[in-house]
């Protein structure tokens, strides 16, 4: 065992110590790995069971390990959806004292599952429009806080269901480079690098036969370039108005929110003459659901998540006439009197299968679904229950998803 | 295949006032390897991703052959970065790992069967086309990335610390191995690391730059020869120059008991804010082990020997004496390399005493550190 193990890490772990480190990652005894389904990477990547977690470990060269560590520290200080690092062990020797690869540690995403997985069960065709277009929000996202990725790629993106959509997570930053702001070439650049990327991942996946070979690989990757370019459009183009019309402010700020983002700053000016007013967000932030629901629930969810349990918020507060009250209060007998039963109402051993933020929405389909083929109002109570039997049993533990390859995994949706 | 030219190229980061590449001039001509060298901070990336359309030119421009392309898209620039990912497709037959970019830009099928064969030819691949990464080597799956690159001929490859994310031996093969491609592709080359080592290894030509500034450009030859500035002749080179500024008096520069005879030239070009001092290098194989006393030498204590094998290098201080000469080299403030017969190398603590080799002394301005025009 080496002696001059270094650990760099935010917080100590001392579980780490006891994994064999003088072991090359490849050769790691099959007890301690978690089966989790692996990307396509061209570097040694483990899963690794760790007390309660599971947890990356990546074989990587010494300066580039300390450069994504710190990376992923800044993107996620910055709040941008990416792999959380843990910690970079250096030093490492095997026992004849060879040295051996610096690594990365990273926490595994829970519930998240790579593309291949994904692609890997039957997917229904707008599966992979719904990965691009949650791909084409994170590099949106990505660079609006100045990061440029250098390598964008399905591979190296993690998937998690976000109420009908998906949200991803960025898992490899080893190219990437945070700026104060990013030049157009830098966003030409990594847009061009995802489309290519995109449609080789699909290309492969179509020599696999792992999908629809009728797919269309090239159109598949252009659309990430149009979803993007909307996206980062709607956020920064100027817009110009009449002096009249100055409820565009407004409207502009609310389809910002409505596209999920919060407008930090906002640069109006007028012409000399005073009759054309010009506007374009400066600044903007991500996330503008999941902050309105923290801030009146304290929960911690999802865009789209939260975008779907502030709708059930907002008819709780029709239903129960309460509109004239404030929201904070309506919120918390909102979270005490229907969220929280109903997510409690799932038996125990289930409950895990899918964050609770997913199962709450999913309940929502759900009982509209029976209460549309019965035609008639079902109660919650009873919403869970037909769920549980005839949906949740069915559905494989999404948390960290052990997937043989062999096993038949049912449809997914 | 192009020339590649820097024209008063500048880079300015938002918020900074010093640009961070200053002016740069800089013509590479078609097929050359040339090697963007420099400590970090020294401007060499940025000047790369300028080239590359990543980095705004904020004054000057950019030509790739006739065409200014200081402001066009850096996917219509027709370059190609090489090494920024090599994650291969496990699916797809190793021709068409090497082949998908053309079939996304609509090249026909004939054609892109071409272009792959004579890739796969140059990378030593023709025989594992059809066959899929994973019966592949590591190495050869590194070539497979290469050639996605080749096969789209772009007019420069451009490649930025390609090997730092390697072990120091596979460096030093795929080292070899870049530049052993480049000349037999021909195709013009920008390359940059902040290892001089590589630079000398493996460029045709050599750019130094030091903070936002092109210090000089010439062929590996000349970077060592003849360094254009303090600077240069203190990064180019490995064991480092030993360099140190002395008084000049009597046609010499002179420490201790120690005399560098000068050219004429150079005393009669000394400037008045030079202050009758003179910067020398001499490199570590320019000093004679002489014995204790000989005319013009000086002693050094030996504090470390290296031995290579074919070569061996005494890194030691001067003595006692010798107080108030400053002297330097890489590996560290007064401390001085010289270069011993690997057969006979003096023992730790043991004093040598050393001459420099007539003649091969570097002169430069002790003010501006330039080298003298002569």
């Known amino acids: 065992m080496s002696l001059n193990l270094q650990i760099t890490a935010a917080q100590p772990e001392p579980a780490l110590l006891d994994l064999p480190w003088h072991v090359p990652l490849e050769e790691w005894p099959e007890p301690i790995l978690a089966a989790l389904p692996r990307g396509i990477s061209r570097h040694i990547v483990r899963f690794v069971k760790l007390g309660g977690k599971v947890i990356a470990v990546k074989e990587i060269g010494e300066t580039v390990a300390y450069r994504e560590y710190e990376l992923l520290r800044a993107l996620n200080r910055l709040g941008v959806p990416s792999v959380t690092p843990l910690a970079v062990i250096d030093g490492r020797r095997d026992e004849h004292g060879e040295r051996l690869e610096t690594v990365l540690v990273t926490q595994h995403l829970q519930y998240s599952m790579p593309y291949r997985v994904l692609f890997s069960r039957v997917l229904r065709g707008d599966t992979v429009q719904r990965l691009i277009d949650a791909l084409a929000v994170l590099l949106v996202r990505l660079h609006v806080v100045g990061f440029y990725w250098g390598d964008v790629s399905l591979s190296n993106t993690l998937f998690r269901r976000d109420a009908e959509t998906f949200a991803a997570y960025l898992v490899d930053a080893e190219t990437g480079e945070l700026h104060p702001r990013l030049t157009a070439g830098q966003r030409a650049y990594d847009l061009e690098v995802a489309r290519v990327n995109i449609i080789g991942e699909l290309m492969d996946l179509v020599a696999g036969e792992l999908i629809d070979t009728e797919v269309d690989t090239v159109a598949v990757g252009a659309s990430l370039v149009e979803r993007y370019t909307e996206l980062w459009d709607a956020l920064h183009d100027e817009e110009s108005f009449g002096t009249a019309e100055r409820w565009r402010v407004a409207e502009r700020v609310r389809r910002l929110n409505e596209l999920g983002f919060d407008v930090g700053e906002l640069a109006i000016t007028t012409d000399v003459d005073g009759t054309t007013v010009h506007i374009q967000p400066k600044v903007v932030e991500a996330g503008h659901h999941s902050r309105r629901l923290l801030r009146l629930t304290g929960l911690d969810v999802q865009e789209n998540q939260a975008r779907r349990l502030l709708n059930d918020l907002d008819q709780y507060r029709a239903a129960t006439d309460r509109q004239g009250e404030d929201e904070e209060f309506v919120a918390h007998d909102w979270l005490t009197e229907v969220f929280e039963p109903a997510v409690r109402a799932i038996p125990r051993e289930l409950r895990r299968r899918l964050e609770p933020a997913q199962i709450y929405h999913e309940l929502l389909d759900h009982r509209w679904l029976v209460s549309s083929a019965q035609k008639r109002d079902v109660p919650m109570e009873e919403a869970v229950q037909s769920y549980v039997r005839d949906v949740l049993t069915h559905r494989p533990d999404e948390r960290a998803l052990l997937t043989p390859p062999t096993e038949e995994i049912p449809e997914v949706e | ?374």
């Open chain 2, 1 to 374: 295949m192009a020339t590649v030219t820097f024209d008063g190229a500048t880079r300015i980061y938002p918020g900074t006032e010093r640009p961070a590449v200053d002016k740069l001039n800089l013509h590479i001509e078609d097929g050359e390897f040339l090697v963007l060298v420099g400590p970090s901070g020294c401007g060499k990336s940025t000047s790369l991703r300028m080239l590359a359309g990543l980095e705004d030119v904020n004054e000057g421009r950019i030509l790739i052959g006739d065409r200014d392309v200081t402001d066009v898209q850096p996917k219509d620039r027709d370059i190609a970065m090489v090494f920024q990912n090599y994650a291969l497709y496990p699916h797809m037959s190793v021709a068409d790992n090497m082949g998908f970019a053309l079939k996304i830009a609509g090249t026909p099928k004939a054609e892109i069967r071409q272009r792959v064969e004579e890739a796969a030819k140059i990378l030593d691949l023709s025989e594992y086309l059809d066959r899929k990464p994973k019966a592949l080597s590591g190495g050869q799956r590194q070539r497979v990335a290469m050639g996605r690159a080749i096969v789209r001929q772009p007019q420069v490859f451009l490649m930025d610390e390609p090997l730092s994310n390697l072990d120091a031996k596979l460096r030093v093969q795929t080292r070899t191995q870049i530049a052993g491609l480049q000349r037999r592709l021909g195709v013009t080359t920008v390359y940059v690391t902040h290892d001089q080592t590589e630079a000398l290894t493996m460029g045709d030509r050599i750019a130094v730059l030091k903070d936002g500034l092109l210090q000089q450009v010439g062929t590996p030859r000349d970077m060592y020869d003849t360094p254009a500035n303090v600077f240069v002749a203190g990064f180019i080179g490995s064991p480092a120059m030993n360099i140190g500024t002395f008084p000049v008096a009597d046609g010499a520069a002179n420490f201790g008991k120690a005399h560098v005879n000068l050219p004429r030239d150079v005393i009669a070009n000394i400037r008045p804010e030079d202050q009758g001092q003179i910067t020398l290098g001499f490199r570590p194989e320019s000093l004679d082990i002489v014995s204790a006393g000989t005319q013009d030498s000086f002693p050094v204590v030996v504090e470390i020997v290296e031995e290579l094998g074919s070569d061996a290098f005494v890194y030691g201080s001067l003595t006692q004496d010798m107080a108030g000469t400053r002297l330097s080299s890489g590996a560290g403030e007064a401390q001085i390399i010289v270069r011993v017969d690997p057969r006979r190398v003096p023992a730790k603590g043991e004093t040598i005493w050393v001459r420099v080799r007539e003649g091969e002394q570097h002169q430069f301005h002790a003010a501006s550190g330039e080298r003298f025009d002569i």
